[in-house]
């Protein structure tokens, strides 16, 4: 009798181990591949380091195997020096150098190896060239997302109409309410009406930015500032929007100037939110702000 059980034990085990070990060789979710870029040719933020620890903390834990650049120019120009002047600025704000592991250039060739882009940016990181192959990437299916001054970085290009806005000054630094205008948008779930942050809050020229063109997310409760102090006539102030770019998608949020941003995990779930709506892991509506009120 126990040879009889002994002999079922052994033939149930035989049918039941191939399903596991299938079971275990089912592939997992490949991670996005996301690029941060923190080439900063103006202003350098002492928060960007910051960001790239934050990014590369929470990056894997959603998906995401994280990459940074720090200086995308020619380091060996004006006569080799340009790494060494670069560094030199980038560790008086945030006292960490620049070494040529954290270089790379923007272009058709290095986009192949990436999903997502992350612009925390100022001045030009790119050469018309890089430009071209990074707007023609997006529209063939990339994600391109930005952060904070990512909107005052190559003034005067097509790269405008690709981040949705130029920055026009920062007539606020503290505490403000934000009014969230989609809350169904991923990137609007992670706050609530009226949620208050502190950080140093932007406008933006009147020119590419358009709610004819973009779909706002959140923007400031205007009731939480002094709107004497800005210079838009339509008092529109805008934090975060989204579009669609061809088949690809850009998001973008002013939010992210301070290292208390960063380490709040409510930005983080909202720069999280809109890096998966632009590559397609959550869903949300991209439809102009304007066109959404036309339809009302």
């Given amino acids: ?116 882009v992350l612009f925390f940016t100022t001045g030009n990181p790119l050469t018309k060239d890089e430009l071209k192959d990074l707007i023609a990437w997006v529209e063939k299916g990339g994600a391109f997302a930005g952060t904070h001054c990512a909107t005052d970085t190559l003034y005067g290009t097509p790269y405008g109409a690709l981040v949705g806005a130029f920055f026009a000054g920062h007539p606020w630094h503290q505490e403000v309410k934000l009014h969230v205008e989609d809350v169904k948008h991923p990137a609007g779930k992670t706050f609530q009406e009226g949620d208050k942050i502190t950080d140093e809050i932007y406008q933006f020229s009147d020119t590419p930015y358009s709610r004819d063109k973009l779909h706002i997310i959140l ?51 909202h720069l999280l939110a809109g890096l998966k709506w632009a590559v397609g892991l959550e869903k949300g509506d991209a439809t102009p702000t304007a066109k959404l009120k036309e339809k009302k």
Avoid at 105 to 111: G, P, Q, R, S, Y
Wanted: proline share 4%; glycine share 8%.
């Fill in 1 to 116: 009798m126990r040879w009889l059980q002994l002999s079922l034990a052994v033939a149930v085990m035989a049918v039941v181990s191939p399903l596991f070990a299938a079971a275990d060789k089912t592939p997992a979710k490949k991670a996005k591949r996301l690029l941060l870029v923190t080439h900063s040719g103006g202003f350098v933020h002492d928060s960007v380091v910051v960001a790239e620890e934050v990014l590369k903390q929470i990056g894997p834990k959603n998906g995401f195997e994280v990459t940074c650049y720090r200086f995308t120019g020619d380091p060996n120009a004006e006569g080799g020096k340009a790494l060494e002047k670069y560094s030199a600025n980038f560790r008086r704000a945030t006292g960490h150098a620049v070494t040529p592991t954290h270089c790379g250039h923007i272009n058709a060739e290095t986009l192949k190896n990436f999903d997502a």
């Fill in 219 to 269: 923007s400031i409760d205007n009731s939480s500032i002094d709107v004497k102090k800005g210079a838009r006539k339509d008092q529109d102030y805008p934090i975060s929007w989204c579009r669609e770019v061809g088949k690809g998608k850009s998001f973008y949020t002013s939010l992210g100037h301070r290292k208390e941003v960063w380490k709040d995990p409510r930005f983080q779930k």
